[in-house]
């Protein structure tokens, strides 16, 4: 991503007065969107491309954890945050295991750590995007490899036993960095 652009966040809450706290803190740093509720947000998410999409738990509609359920199915590179005024164990370990939490914040937030946490996401955003570039180009170099290897001749061979190491490398490094 570009370094002048900012990144899309979208913040989901049933209070118009959390949103409007959220904007006011926010909208310097970031490409803001608000949604009241989580059927809103899934609307502005079919529109636009959403870097971060951060929610509150308790909603009359869907909680919070129901609506990353949806977004890591629909929109999985889009990074979730699920903030609350309640300490609902249950609500973080159920957002750890169906919506792919990237963090779990508590109302009232420090206005910096909260700056802070949604730069990580939208820099954990770029990496996902970068990595599946990654990947891209190696399914490209594979297929350059699979027409190399098929040829007869010494030197494709010997081409197509390096493009297939330089292929066993950039994949162990990819296996290790997703493992972190």
């Known amino acids: 991503m570009?370094?002048?652009?900012?990144?899309?966040?979208?913040?989901?809450?049933?209070?118009?007065?959390?949103?409007?706290?959220?904007?006011?803190?926010?909208?310097?740093?970031?490409?803001?969107?608000?949604?009241?509720s989580a059927r809103e947000a899934l609307q502005i998410l079919a529109e636009r491309a959403i870097h971060v999409v951060m929610?509150?738990?308790r909603m009359p509609d869907m909680t919070g954890v129901e609506l990353l359920g949806e977004v890591k199915f629909k929109y999985p590179d889009a990074i979730r945050i699920v903030f609350t005024g309640y300490a609902d164990m249950k609500a973080v370990i159920d957002c750890l295991n169906d919506g792919g939490l990237y963090r779990y914040i508590t109302k009232p937030w420090d206005p910096?750590?909260?700056?802070?946490?949604l730069h990580g996401a939208c820099e954990r955003h770029d990496q996902s995007i970068n990595r599946r570039r990654l990947l891209t180009d190696l399914e490209l170099l594979l297929a350059e490899f699979c027409a190399v290897s098929n040829s007869r001749s010494a030197e494709d061979q010997s081409r197509s036993r390096e493009l297939l190491e330089r292929?066993?490398?950039?994949?162990?490094?990819?296996?290790?960095r997703q493992a972190r």
């Open 2 to 36: 570009a370094e002048d652009r900012k990144h899309a966040v979208l913040l989901v809450d049933d209070e118009p007065d959390i949103l409007y706290s959220l904007n006011g803190l926010l909208r310097r740093e970031f490409d803001l969107h608000t949604a009241q």
């Open 55 to 57: 929610t509150d738990q």
């Open 112 to 117: 910096d750590e909260l700056i802070s946490m």
């Open 167 to 176: 292929l066993r490398g950039v994949m162990a490094l990819e296996e290790a």
